[in-house]
């Protein structure tokens, strides 16, 4: 029986779209404890998970419904980099599961991601008692949609934080890995330095699907605040030239090639402002502070994150 999408359409943390037979993008609620996008692969005698979560409590929907439509749980985690909310799921799959990323992210798990869950552990419960705070007061005039998702953020970290334990991959690779089963292909394609320092895609070629990870956002401010843009938009292109027709993105819905076109926009619009900004005299970050976000983005999630990127990518162009 096909059960799938409708018998799974209750988890409070994601949906599920088929995109393909056998081939599921989970997509987050906002508001719920996924935060980013997963993806659920049967290449045939392997089950393939791409991604976990921020939080074991939705990585346990996720093997649920793999159980449900598969009878198998998951035989393969693909951790496309190392960023707490593609990983911290991770360990609802310990013990059945193969855990795969590239050398670079394991590094980085070992070092940025040991970091992250130090902070995370000492500041959580503080951060989620301001967020509710701040949501009690409008005055604040933070709209509500620019706050429901980090309030799922801090109330899922929160739950998950007393039993979290970090699964570290035990599988890596260095710019490609291929992985075939009875009924497909698929390859892992690493790039460094665009998003985080190592960023893996899952390439379907017969499906014309690529699973980008955080190299994608749609309808969503991306977080540029680590990596490269110039690395970044080399790296959309060469996503581009692979022609998918399906791009699951890190974070907000299905995307496709046009969306590819709107994220190099935002960049190069980024670049354009930020070359302007610090070629005038005064403060730049309040000359960052008082630049309008045009108006294509400004229904996009996460919204703070405009100004953030501006004046990274600024400080990055004054310094060089």
């Given at each position: 029986?096909?059960?799938?999408?409708?018998?799974?359409?209750?988890?409070?943390?994601?949906?599920?779209?088929?995109?393909?037979k056998?081939?599921?993008?989970?997509?987050?609620?906002?508001?719920?404890?996924?935060?980013?996008?997963?993806?659920?692969?049967?290449?045939?005698?392997?089950?393939?998970v791409?991604?976990?979560?921020?939080t074991?409590?939705a990585?346990?929907d996720?093997?649920?419904?793999?159980?449900?439509?598969?009878?198998?749980?998951?035989?393969?985690?693909?951790?496309?980099?190392?960023?707490?909310?593609?990983?911290?799921?991770?360990?609802?799959?310990?013990?059945e599961?193969?855990?795969?990323a590239?050398?670079?992210?394991?590094?980085?798990?070992?070092?940025?991601?040991?970091?992250?869950?130090?902070?995370?552990?000492?500041?959580?419960p503080?951060?989620?008692?301001?967020?509710?705070e701040?949501?009690?007061?409008?005055?604040?005039?933070?709209?509500?949609?620019?706050l429901?998702?980090?309030l799922?953020?801090y109330?899922?970290?929160?739950?998950?934080?007393?039993?979290?334990?970090?699964?570290?991959?035990?599988?890596?690779?260095?710019k490609?890995?291929?992985?075939?089963?009875?009924?497909?292909?698929?390859?892992?394609?690493?790039?460094?330095?665009?998003?985080?320092?190592?960023?893996?895609?899952?390439?379907?070629?017969?499906?014309?699907?690529?699973?980008?990870?955080?190299?994608?956002?749609?309808?969503?401010h991306?977080?540029?605040?680590?990596?490269?843009?110039?690395?970044?938009?080399q790296?959309?292109?060469?996503?581009?030239?692979?022609?998918?027709?399906?791009?699951?993105?890190?974070h907000?819905?299905?995307?496709?090639?046009?969306?590819l076109?709107?994220l190099?926009?935002?960049?190069?619009?980024?670049?354009?402002?930020?070359?302007?900004?610090?070629?005038?005299?005064?403060?730049?970050?309040?000359?960052?502070?008082?630049?309008?976000?045009p108006?294509?983005?400004?229904?996009?999630?996460?919204?703070?994150?405009y100004?953030?990127?501006l004046?990274?990518?600024a400080?990055?162009?004054?310094?060089?």
């Amino acid at each position: 029986v096909h059960m799938g999408t409708s018998l799974f359409s209750n988890s409070k943390h994601f949906t599920l779209q088929e995109l393909a037979k056998g081939v599921f993008a989970a997509i987050a609620i906002d508001g719920g404890a996924a935060i980013c996008n997963a993806g659920v692969v049967d290449l045939g005698g392997q089950l393939l998970v791409f991604d976990t979560f921020l939080t074991p409590q939705a990585a346990q929907d996720l093997r649920t419904f793999a159980m449900a439509e598969f009878g198998v749980p998951p035989q393969l985690v693909v951790n496309s980099h190392y960023h707490n909310d593609h990983t911290w799921g991770n360990q609802v799959f310990e013990g059945e599961a193969q855990f795969i990323a590239s050398i670079r992210t394991r590094q980085l798990m070992e070092t940025e991601g040991k970091e992250e869950l130090r902070w995370y552990a000492a500041n959580a419960p503080k951060k989620l008692e301001e967020l509710r705070e701040k949501m009690r007061n409008p005055e604040a005039g933070i709209p509500d949609y620019a706050l429901k998702g980090m309030l799922g953020y801090y109330e899922g970290l929160v739950e998950a934080l007393p039993t979290l334990k970090p699964i570290k991959p035990g599988i890596t690779f260095d710019k490609r890995l291929e992985l075939s089963g009875s009924k497909r292909s698929c390859a892992l394609i690493a790039f460094e330095g665009a998003h985080s320092g190592s960023d893996a895609i899952l390439v379907l070629p017969k499906e014309k699907i690529v699973f980008a990870g955080d190299l994608l956002f749609t309808h969503f401010h991306p977080w540029l605040l680590e990596g490269d843009p110039d690395l970044l938009l080399q790296t959309l292109n060469a996503i581009e030239k692979l022609q998918p027709t399906l791009i699951v993105p890190g974070h907000g819905p299905l995307g496709t090639l046009q969306d590819l076109q709107t994220l190099v926009g935002y960049v190069e619009q980024l670049k354009q402002t930020a070359r302007s900004l610090i070629t005038q005299e005064g403060n730049l970050a309040e000359q960052v502070h008082h630049q309008v976000m045009p108006v294509a983005y400004q229904d996009w999630q996460m919204p703070h994150l405009y100004h953030d990127n501006l004046s990274y990518i600024a400080k990055r162009l004054r310094g060089s």
